[in-house]
């Protein structure tokens, strides 16, 4: 994943589709992002989340094997967690292969419409009112995890339906998406932030699922889940 300069205007998009490099996360399956070491001329930039791999650190260290979904401690696929519960996940993506996880949905927040104004949606954003999935990462691997990203974190209706997603290139102040700093390792944790969009004021975003790997069967069944 590329660094994004700094823009004074925040972008978005919604759809199923990369459109223009502005990054839509409905229904992707791609694996997570493992972005590059930012530029020290950009400070404060924040990477897309498009889910595509991209490389990572050249010198980040591969790490132990992780333990399967389903091993001792680690969060069965199909398993339901309470908002604020932990799930250890494995993390196998790009140079982290081998890395461990806790994963903590901490709370969804209800936005305002008013939020979307000023994203360039234009009619996309019709009636949709955002929820912000904000979730914790905590590094419990042996293996520095810097500047890695985790994704695939989306809403849930109260159908149990996947509510849409949208991914913002640059600060979107009311839920920044945070990728990991330099020397995340053993121990240390991070905050970030996914968007989700109900698709009426009547429709609430109820819940949150990772369907990243191995949690990433094609019909959803294998997501872990917060509600």
Not at 54 to 64: R, T
Not at 114 to 123: H, Q, R, T, V
Not at 160 to 165: K, V, W
Not at 171 to 180: A, G, L, V
Request: glycine letters at 14%.
């Amino acid at each position: 994943m590329s660094t994004i300069s700094m823009r004074r205007s925040v972008l978005a998009t919604v759809g199923l589709a990369v459109v223009g490099g502005l990054a839509l996360t409905g229904c992707e399956s791609g694996d997570e992002a493992s972005p590059a070491q930012p530029a020290a001329s950009a400070p404060g930039s924040a990477p897309a989340t498009s889910g595509a791999p991209s490389g990572a650190p050249s010198g980040a260290p591969s790490g132990d094997s992780a333990a399967p979904a389903g091993a001792p401690g680690t969060a069965k696929p199909g398993q339901v967690f309470k908002i604020g519960e932990a799930a250890e996940i494995p993390y196998d993506y790009g140079d982290f292969k081998g890395s461990r996880l806790a994963l903590t949905v901490t709370a969804i927040e209800q936005g305002t419409a008013a939020d979307l104004e000023g994203l360039n949606l234009g009619d996309k954003a019709n009636g949709k009112v955002p929820y912000y999935i904000r979730f914790t990462i905590k590094n419990i691997g042996t293996t520095d995890m810097s500047y890695a990203s985790v994704g695939h974190v989306k809403g849930l209706l109260g159908d149990g339906s996947e509510a849409q997603s949208l991914a913002v290139i640059g600060r979107f102040e009311k839920c920044k998406q945070e990728s990991m700093p330099k020397g995340f390792a053993n121990g240390q944790s991070q905050t970030s932030c996914a968007i989700a969009l109900a698709p009426s004021a009547q429709t609430k975003v109820a819940g949150a699922q990772y369907a990243g790997n191995p949690y990433n069967a094609a019909n959803r069944s294998e997501a872990i889940a917060w509600k």
